[in-house]
């Protein structure tokens, strides 16, 4: 993998670091005057998710990471891992469950999801923005109420469970934010 | 379509405030009789700081057949001490300057630099005057002072002049954070400047301007060495909210001395894998005439529009910063 000298260093570029790929979410150049310059940026690791600080000087470079994002769609899975498919070449990649982590309850069979890829393998499952998914439990609620005062939580066919509002029932399919988890509406 | 930015980036009040404070700067050395000066920005030779680079440009006309390298001035410093040579007294210049590899929100590639010069001054006498426009420009409280060395055993415990100094920088530095930064092979310079930036920086100079005086003599660019104590040059820099102000000399006036400092650098940049630079050999020329003993300073003047604006962003003050230059 190439290496990147700091001057080459943005938002968004994936460097090697402590063993881990990392995203550089901000680059900043600290410079005295008449003194050695730097760069301290704040990374993200994405196998830990914890963002970092470093700082590094000015004209170093560093290991990049051999790291790519796919879309790929959500096939089954046979308990231990995850499979999707390239909806174009067929080819069929697993994710394991440190890989899904919590997202686990927004995939939905056929959805696209972005896989992050690092060195072939994934990483992290990043499922659609928004997901419809049929409720399996919730409370009656209060029959009449149609302004959505208050609401209720409800378990979707994943095991999620969303705050939704008081007449929206059992088997029905619900629009569902996976950034927030919040409820959006009601799929006729 | 894609959108072509050709509106400023500084909006039209903080354009007026900058013209404002530039009729300020003026009116305050009219009041002292300081002569506003004009300098090459284009000259036969750069500096040869280490950690300062020129942009060039290359030149043709008459007696240049070969298209001649010239230099775009980092400070307008060379020209103005020759004019004090020439014995033409208090002198300041407001000017573009130009570093090349400095873009951030605190830098602008070509920035506005107001540098002036007091012959008969000590660095003490000019502190004082620069902090009085500070107080004329951004209504601030009266500056303090502290040393190189008192700033570092305050705010770090470490003795930046101790023999163990470099041992106890790299421990604290790789504690706090910063061992991506650093090797032990680097200089003590370095690791002070890093600390500096990092750690000191941050904790002087919030509530009033700072100003931190008697740097180590292995920064001592043009300044003297102290006389009482030559571990430390009568340099100083003035910090205020995060920003680097100003940086000041008592002069050197000795040629001998000069030169030798344009060689150690030259030296430190083959070290560095750095081009060693053509030394100012018509600086030299003037030392070597005499010099007044005098006092210097220059201050970022677009870092006090920063301030005066209340902006984190260099950008902010210049209508067209380098990415819509």
């Known amino acids: 993998m190439a290496n990147y000298s700091t001057n080459e260093f943005k938002a968004g570029l994936k460097i090697m670091q402590d063993g881990e790929p990392c995203v550089i979410l901000e680059n900043e150049m600290v410079k005295p005057g008449k003194g050695q310059a730097f760069n301290r940026v704040r990374i993200r690791k994405l196998l830990s998710g914890k963002v970092v600080e470093k700082t590094f000087k000015s004209g170093d470079s560093v290991e ?62 990043q499922p659609p923005n928004f997901v419809e998914l049929e409720i399996v439990e919730t409370d009656p609620g209060l029959k009449g109420d149609t302004a959505g005062t208050g609401g209720k939580p409800a378990t979707l066919s994943t095991g999620a469970v969303v705050r939704v509002p008081l007449f929206v029932q059992i088997g029905e399919v619900i629009k569902v934010d996976t950034r927030s988890g919040e409820y959006v509406s009601r799929v006729k | ?40 920005i284009l000259a036969h030779a750069g500096v040869t700081d280490l950690h300062l680079h020129n942009l060039t440009t290359r030149l043709s006309g008459p007696g240049m057949p070969v298209p001649t390298t010239f ?34 929100r605190r830098h602008n590639p070509e920035f506005t630099m107001l540098e002036w ?7 003490v006498q000019l502190m004082a005057e620069l902090d009085e426009l500070l107080q004329t420009l951004l209504a601030t409280e009266p500056a303090e002072s502290l040393t190189y060395q008192a700033a570092f055993q305050q705010h770090l415990g470490i003795d930046p002049f101790a023999k163990d100094a470099h041992e106890k920088l790299f421990a604290l530095l790789t504690e706090k954070g910063f061992a991506d930064a650093i090797v032990r092979e680097d200089s003590i ?20 301007p700072c100003f931190v005086t008697h740097f180590p003599a292995s920064q001592a660019a043009l300044a003297k060495l102290d006389q009482e104590d030559p571990r430390a040059a009568r340099r100083f820099e003035l910090f205020y909210r995060g920003l680097e102000l100003a940086n000041g000399f008592w002069e050197l006036t000795d040629p001998q001395q000069q030169a030798e400092r344009f060689c150690a650098d030259n030296a430190l940049r083959l070290q560095h894998g750095l081009e060693p ?42 209508a067209f910063p380098i990415d819509r230059s």
Not at chain 1, 70 to 95: P, R
Not at chain 2, 6 to 28: E, G, H, N, T, Y
Request: net charge negative; aromatic share 8%.
């Open chain 1, 64 to 125: 990049g990471a051999d790291v790519m994002d796919m879309e790929l769609a959500y096939l089954y899975s046979d308990g231990e891992f995850w499979h999707f498919m390239n909806n174009e070449s067929f080819e069929q990649l697993a994710a394991d469950e440190a890989a899904v982590g919590e997202n686990v309850k927004w995939l939905v069979e056929q959805d696209v999801c972005t896989l992050t890829l690092w060195n072939g393998k994934p990483i992290n499952v």
């Open chain 2, 117 to 123: 010069y007091q012959p008969g001054f000590t660095d």
């Open chain 2, 189 to 208: 310079d370095t690791l002070l400047q890093l600390a500096m930036s990092m750690l000191v920086e941050p904790e002087i100079g919030q509530h009033r």
């Open chain 2, 71 to 104: 230099y775009l001035q980092t400070s307008p410093e060379y020209a103005m001490k020759r004019l004090l040579a020439a014995n033409s007294g208090p002198i300041f210049q407001i000017c573009k300057v130009f570093r090349d590899d400095e873009i951030s």
């Open chain 2, 277 to 318: 630079q053509p030394i100012d050999e018509k600086l030299l020329a003037a030392l070597m005439a005499g010099m007044p003993d005098c006092a210097g300073v220059a201050v970022g003047f677009d870092r006090l529009v920063m301030l005066r604006l209340g902006t984190d962003s260099i950008q902010d003050t210049i």
């Open chain 2, 1 to 40: 379509m894609t959108e072509i930015g050709w509106q400023p980036a500084a909006s039209l009040q903080a354009l007026k405030i900058r013209a404002d404070m530039l009729k300020a700067v003026r009116a305050f050395f009219d009041q002292r009789d300081v002569l506003e000066v004009e300098t090459p």
